[in-house]
Structures are given as structure tokens and as C-alpha cells.
């Protein structure tokens, strides 16, 4: 789908507070804008950003930076943040591409990584574009800790089914997955849903989860 463009977004986003617009100077310092050494969680394409500002709002002592490509979808984050969220303090936004991961997290910076229904690229050719792909993976890997992981969820089951073979290439441990979280005890507590989630479940779709890791044993 092609993303329209909205005259002035750039603009509204770059004046926002909520909006780190030269993330690479904090790179390996993101303590520093927040003011703490809490725990930092990222989302990679974050979308309107619903997730990640119940999670921030629900966990004061862990700092959120959500990540989006677009203008036009980073706009509507913006503006539900100045709407909804004027007391958080632990939420960032940053317009970037995720191939650039590293030139803003340094290694062993980042608790975890939230990917929640990513578009799946579904031609062959672009596989390497998928954020589960073994090369996303291998980025991923370059800014987690020790005991970092990633979280993913889809209504896809071809990039499911895609995922968790990237899991088992790159070597890295499956803490956990399910084709039904909304029907799985233990991985749906306290699942916070996406708006995409809710529009997905509502129609029947079941909602797909993984749990995953890099293997950091020498």
C-alpha cells in the first residue's frame, strides 16, 4: 500500500518534544534523555503508537523509544502522544530506518525489541526486508544484552511460519511461541494490543506470538 504523504508532516514532527531528532548523538548515552539509567525497550515500527504508550504508561521505571519510517504514520503518533500522554516521561519517537540500528543503539544498550505486525514483504525478493529476517536478526543481536529478547506478533502465518525459521538459522533460542495468543493462557497475560491486533482478532484472525533470544553463550 502506498503511504500518502501529508504536506507538512516533517514539520510538526520535528517540533514535538516527544521527538529525538538526532538520535545518533545519544548513541550509547540514551540515559541521558531520560534523566536515568531505567531499563530501555524498543518498538520497530511502531505504527500510531497505541502499544508502546500503554506500556510506557504502565511501567514508569522502563524508558520506551518507538521507531517509525514513515512521516505520514510517525504524524499520527505524534499527534496521539501531545493528545493523550503530556505526563510521560519515559517515550521517545524517532523517524528512522531500522537498517540504521546500530548507528543510534551501541551494543548491549537495548532490553528489548517489540515487532508487532510488520508488514511481511511477501514476494521472495524482498525477504531480506522482513524485520524477522536473519539479517534484522543479526542487527537485533548487535544492540540486545545479555538478556535482551525479542518480542514478535502477527496475523500472518506465512511470516510466522518465516520467522521462526530466521529464529533457528541465526542460532537463537525460542523462549516461547504460539499460533493463538489470544487463546494461550500464559503468553496472553497482560498482552497490550496494537490497533491492528484488535482489528485482526475482531474478524476472526488468530494472532500469532514468539518469544526469542540470542544464543550470547561463548
Request: aromatic fraction near 10%; glycine fraction near 6%; include cysteine.
Amino acid at each position: 500500500m502506498r503511504l500518502r504523504n501529508i504536506p507538512g508532516s516533517r514539520e510538526v514532527i520535528a517540533e514535538s518534544r516527544f521527538v529525538i531528532n538526532d538520535p545518533e548523538q545519544f548513541r550509547g548515552q540514551w540515559g541521558r534523555v531520560f534523566g536515568n539509567t531505567n531499563p530501555l525497550h524498543i518498538e520497530v515500527g511502531m505504527g500510531k503508537g497505541r502499544f508502546l504508550m500503554e506500556l510506557a504508561a504502565k511501567n514508569p521505571d522502563v524508558n520506551y523509544v518507538g521507531i517509525e519510517m514513515y512521516s505520514s504514520v510517525l504524524l499520527r503518533a505524534v499527534q496521539k502522544a501531545e493528545q493523550d500522554c503530556e505526563s510521560l516521561t519515559n517515550f521517545r519517537l524517532i523517524r528512522m530506518d531500522a537498517r540504521e540500528l546500530e548507528a543510534v543503539f551501541a551494543a548491549e544498550e537495548v532490553q528489548r525489541i517489540y515487532l508487532n505486525f510488520s508488514d511481511p514483504w511477501p514476494k521472495d525478493r524482498h525477504a531480506k526486508r522482513r524485520l524477522t529476517s536473519a539479517d534484522f536478526l543479526a542487527r537485533y543481536e548487535k544492540i540486545l544484552d545479555r538478556r535482551g529478547r525479542v518480542e514478535f506478533k502477527t496475523d500472518n502465518k506465512d511470516l510466522f511460519s518465516f520467522s521462526l525459521d530466521s529464529v533457528k538459522e541465526k542460532g537463537w533460542i525460542l523462549d516461547a511461541f504460539t499460533w493463538d495468543l489470544h487463546h494461550d493462557e500464559v503468553l496472553n497475560e497482560g498482552n497490550i494490543m496494537t490497533e491492528y491486533e484488535e482489528r485482526f482478532s475482531s474478524q476472526g484472525n488468530e494472532i500469532c506470538k514468539l518469544i526469542a533470544r540470542p544464543d550470547f553463550r561463548e
